[in-house]
């Protein structure tokens, strides 16, 4: 199990950009896959992006282009770089980690992202 604490969020006009972090208690080098999540209000939780230990990127087709995702394995961490902000991006996101070896992904507690029109 690893313990995941999201950084980052908060308030951006659209057009704007935030970088969140998300910071694992344990190596990145145990951690097989991490990645970011979304939740907005009465929707479910989706996908946003997820990087491998290999630095194999995956996103969701409404942010591609405008997120980065990246891994910095000597500091813990794990970056969502997000440019050209759109209301419709205004959810919670969710830092996912699933460590090698583990059958279940832990989660973060989640930071609120808002971005006004």
């Known amino acids: 199990q690893v313990q995941l604490v999201e950084f980052g969020g908060g308030l951006v006009q659209a057009g704007g950009s935030l970088r969140l972090s998300c910071a694992a208690s344990a190596s990145t080098f145990r951690i097989n896959v991490m990645g970011w999540y979304r939740q907005a209000p009465g929707k479910q939780r989706e996908l946003v992006a997820t990087?491998?230990?290999?630095?194999?990127?995956n996103y969701a087709d409404s942010v591609k282009g405008r997120f980065t995702i990246s891994r910095d394995n000597a500091k813990n961490t794990v970056y969502l770089q997000m440019n050209s902000l759109k209301p419709e991006d205004t959810a919670v996101y969710y830092c996912?980690?699933?460590?090698?070896?583990?059958?279940?992904?832990?989660w973060g507690q989640g930071t609120q992202v808002t971005v006004s029109s």
């Open positions: 990087i491998t230990s290999g630095g194999s990127t």
């Open positions: 996912n980690a699933l460590m090698y070896g583990s059958s279940h992904a832990d």
